[in-house]
């Protein structure tokens, strides 16, 4: 089933089959996706492909300086007939959230989804009411423009799984991207080849991946070694190694392994810790980045050998 999601979405996504195993390594892990990456590059289709591949429900939010809290989560609004207050639902209410570029929208509007995003629920006028299940949201922001935008805090960055990127695609991807479109777009042909039943299974069953001792150790010697760097300012806090614990077990599901290799911590540490960290002024200055520190540093911490379950 996993093997047929990803090649039902790379009918719409052509060329970035490690890109497509990452989001849905954070969906599966139940996890939220920030992508940092130039407009036009299919970030919007991806993530419709996505939904559409799962069987999610899909809505998009365009943030913007002027976007309210409300416009998000909902409001009540006086029903005349009933003489009674009702709750319209706001774009929160689906399984897949779009929130396009989120650093145009106001730290209030930011704020707004801290509570969606943690406790997979709004509350409002005081009374709780939980999203539907599961709940994902995927983030996007333009890492060029710097004019009219509010950066995420720490605080929301670290609510995020995974910091991705898709990239340019190569010259043959792009040349295959323009035949496919050349007559209508092959997502308005895309068909559901799972249900939210089967994605919410698959999410219980990742738990079960086996994780060795010393893997764990591995993971807790790269966090460990991220608060002590000389480079670094502030260290990837425990959200960070649950977070690597957990992606590890689900990308291990998705190449077909019921037990988690050191390689897989190896490969998701820059994607997983790189937006937990802040880099000392000096370290800015020497033109330095946090993916960077990131895979210099994991050349440095040994690897654990031996046999695995």
């Not at 709940?135 to 009219?148: D, S, W």
């Not at 502030?234 to 037990?259: E, K, N």
């Not at 990131?294 to 046999?307: A, Q, R, Y």
Request: proline share 6%.
């Amino acid at each position: 089933m996993v093997q047929n999601i990803i090649e039902n979405v790379e009918k719409v996504i052509v060329g970035k089959r490690q890109v497509i195993e990452y989001f849905l390594t954070c969906i599966l892990s139940n996890g939220h996706i920030l992508f940092e990456d130039i407009p036009g590059v299919g970030k919007t289709m991806l993530s419709r492909a996505m939904a559409i591949s799962l069987g999610m429900s899909f809505k998009r939010i365009q943030c913007t300086p002027d976007l309210l809290p409300s416009d998000i989560t909902g409001v009540s609004i006086f029903n005349q007939k009933i003489q009674e207050f009702e709750f319209k639902q706001g774009p929160v209410f689906a399984n897949l959230i779009l929130a396009d570029e989120i650093n145009r929208a106001t730290p209030r509007t930011q704020s707004s989804l801290l509570e969606c995003m943690e406790e997979r629920q709004v509350t409002v006028e005081g009374v709780s009411i939980k999203l539907p299940r599961p709940f994902i949201v995927m983030a996007t922001q333009n890492p060029i423009e710097y004019e009219g935008v509010f950066p995420l805090p720490e605080a929301q960055l670290d609510r995020f799984l995974m910091k991705l990127s898709i990239g340019y695609p190569s010259y043959e991807d792009e040349m295959e991207i323009i035949r496919l479109q050349k007559i209508r777009h092959p997502i308005e042909d895309l068909k559901p080849v799972s249900s939210l039943d089967e994605v919410i299974s698959i999410q219980e069953k990742i738990k079960e991946v086996y994780v060795d001792e010393t893997v764990i150790q591995y993971i807790l010697d790269i966090v460990s070694a991220t608060r002590k760097h000389s480079d670094i300012a502030v260290g990837a806090s425990p959200r960070g190694s649950l977070a690597l614990f957990r992606t590890s077990q689900a990308l291990a599901y998705i190449r077909g392994r019921d037990y988690v290799l050191p390689d897989d911590i190896k490969e998701l540490a820059p994607l997983v810790l790189s937006h937990r960290i802040i880099l000392k002024s000096e370290s800015y200055l020497r033109g330095y980045t946090q993916r960077g520190v990131i895979s210099s540093m994991l050349t440095s911490i040994e690897v654990p050998v031996g046999k695995v379950k």
